[in-house]
């Protein structure tokens, strides 16, 4: 790897924007965040506090902007990496056609790389992380969503129009739960987030839900996913039981993702980190009984490695170079 340089780390979320000062060897500097507030503010209105927050970074690092190599933006697809252009995607649909690489360019005096934050963040587990010393690498988020990223020996796959590591849109189950994306029985229906939260309320009427009810302040409809790890972590028999569900549905998911693929390693995001083994256990043990036996055994299945680092790392990763 060259020596360190220093980075602008940008993170665009429907909920929350952060920008991060770097060196490219991970060690983060400053860092600044601010509600997205999308409903409230147009797109260019979220860019230029960005940018705010870009330069105020670098103030904060002693730093000018001339000590910067460059800028890594990550945001959730569709976008056109190439332009450097956000397209409408779900967590920001009002964002069409936004010229992000044009703008921070302009406004920042920088050049500007920009990656769908699912590919962003597998190439940061990928240098910093648990995906680190290996050549084959699958990436998947497990969160609000089920994104992918794909490392195949050694490069970033992004596939003909930036669409490769879909991987949550994968049909599991036919006739299955409507996906945001509008198919049925999608990984994501399935093994989402929100799919979690799902599966705890359709099982209420066995009457075993009481603890994670109780959590979600005795209110149905706010019962989350992370009502049910926690519950889970209690030795709650319901909430484990609909975590097997999910986990099994995710590791039907990833033994197709295997079988296609033949990666060394595949590293899970989000609720596999904070659920640990109740949900590792069921996901390995569907690898077992769906993937091929070769392929599976040079397959280690790992949760992700950098936590809350990601999202700042995401951007950085962009920008180091073997």
């Not at 705010?52 to 190599?69: F, L, Q, S, T």
């Not at 280690?300 to 990601?310: E, F, K, N, Q, T």
Request: aromatic share 4%; hydrophobic share 45%; net charge negative.
């Amino acid at each position: 790897m060259k020596s360190a340089r220093v980075v602008l780390s940008v993170d665009i979320g429907g909920t929350k924007c952060a920008v991060a000062l770097a060196r490219t060897d991970g060690e983060i500097l400053a860092r600044r965040s601010e509600p997205t507030r999308a409903a409230e503010r147009k797109p260019e209105q979220v860019l230029a506090g960005l940018a705010a927050m870009a330069r105020e970074a670098i103030a904060d690092a002693g730093m000018a902007p001339g000590d910067v190599a460059g800028v890594g933006v990550s945001c959730g697809g569709p976008l056109d990496r190439e332009r450097g252009v956000i397209l409408s995607p779900p967590n920001l649909p009002e964002w069409k056609a936004v010229p992000v690489r044009a703008f921070f360019e302009e406004a920042l005096g920088l050049p500007v790389r920009v990656e769908n934050d699912a590919n962003a963040t597998a190439l940061a587990e990928w240098r910093f992380g648990a995906g680190q010393g290996a050549r084959h690498l699958v990436f998947l988020t497990m969160g609000t969503g089920i994104g992918g990223g794909i490392i195949l020996d050694g490069r970033l796959v992004h596939g003909a129009n930036d669409l490769a590591g879909e991987i949550g849109h994968q049909t599991i189950l036919m006739n299955g739960p409507v996906c945001g994306c509008g198919k049925r029985g999608c990984l994501e229906a399935l093994a989402s987030g929100p799919a979690i939260a799902r599966l705890a309320r359709d099982s209420m009427m066995y009457g075993r839900h009481k603890r994670v009810l109780a959590l979600a302040g005795g209110r149905p409809a706010d019962i989350t996913a992370a009502h049910v790890v926690q519950a889970a972590r209690e030795g709650d028999p319901f909430a484990c039981q609909i975590l097997e569900e999910a986990g099994t549905y995710m590791g039907i998911g990833i033994a197709n993702v295997i079988q296609i693929l033949n990666p060394e390693r595949v590293i899970l995001g989000t609720i596999a980190v904070h659920a640990g083994d109740l949900i590792l256990d069921p996901i390995r043990a569907a690898v077992a009984e769906y993937a091929w036996e070769r392929s599976r055994q040079v397959c280690a299945i790992v949760p992700a490695a950098l936590g809350d680092r990601a999202q700042d790392l995401a951007g950085v990763a962009l920008w180091v170079e073997d």
